[in-house]
């Protein structure tokens, strides 16, 4: 049973790049979210993806932005790169509904933006 | 808004010890979830706990829902040097029908062989 998996593993790009990154769900889930995570510092949530639409979205830039697709994987898009975005990038999966609080979160890309 | 507050931040100590963590907020949860995360890995949920009151184990740990459902605990037992990492405690933030989660700092947990 394959868990949630992220690409790429790593990622460097220069200020004002644009980024997609990738996420396919754990086999069963349909709900997909993204995390920013700076180091030192607890994920904070992006926004949440479920029936191929934006459910919720956290305090994040209209830079911000994701699609989900009918096999319910997911990208993460950000444009016009800054600094300040240098970070790990979460994707998390779960079940809604039923125990959809619980959230398997894969391995992260981790950006850096010089 | 809502914040989870962990404490300690961090912690060294001999491998054998217990340890024990916890994690507040100023607003009630519904559900308490513990992760641990490992350097450059993503976190791994440890326990949830969806009940005041409730205490759950798994191996060593045991993770407590207070009773004030403005609070939790997560005890290890007889630490072992691959129970270094950082532990965060998680709570679902009901802005919509589904709830994303609010994540705490973390304790840094560092063990002695």
């Known amino acids: 049973d394959a868990g949630v998996t992220q690409s790429p593993t790593h990622l460097i790009k220069t200020r004002g790049q644009q980024v997609t990154l990738r996420c396919s769900p754990k086999?069963?889930?349909?709900?997909v979210s993204w995390y920013q995570q700076a180091l030192g510092q607890g994920p904070q949530f992006i926004f949440q993806?479920?029936?191929?639409?934006?459910?919720q979205r956290g305090n994040f830039p209209d830079r911000f932005s994701g699609h989900q697709f009918p096999n319910y994987s997911s990208e993460l898009n950000v444009n016009a790169l800054l600094l300040g975005d240098s970070a790990l990038y979460l994707c998390?999966?779960?079940?809604?509904?039923?125990?959809?609080?619980?959230?398997?979160f894969g391995p992260g890309t981790r950006l850096t933006v010089l | 808004g809502q914040q989870l507050n962990q404490s300690p931040q961090s912690m060294f100590i001999q491998e054998g010890e217990d340890v024990s963590m916890n994690c507040t907020s100023s607003?009630?949860?519904?559900?308490w979830l513990w992760y641990k995360q490992d350097p450059g890995e993503g976190p791994v949920l440890l326990i949830a706990?969806?009940?005041?009151?409730e205490l759950t184990s798994n191996g060593r740990l045991t993770a407590q829902f207070g009773i004030t459902r403005k609070d939790s605990f997560l005890n290890i037992s007889a630490s072992i040097p691959s129970d270094v990492g950082i532990y965060f405690c998680?709570?679902?933030?009901?802005?919509?029908?589904?709830?994303?989660?609010?994540f705490g700092k973390g304790t840094k947990l560092s063990v002695k062989p």
């Open positions: 998390a999966s779960s079940f809604s509904p039923g125990q959809g609080d619980e959230q398997f």
């Open positions: 086999s069963g889930h349909d709900t």
């Open positions: 993806y479920y029936e191929e639409e934006e459910r």
């Open positions: 706990l969806y009940k005041a009151g």
């Open positions: 998680a709570g679902p933030f009901y802005g919509g029908s589904q709830g994303n989660l609010i």
């Open positions: 607003s009630i949860f519904n559900t």
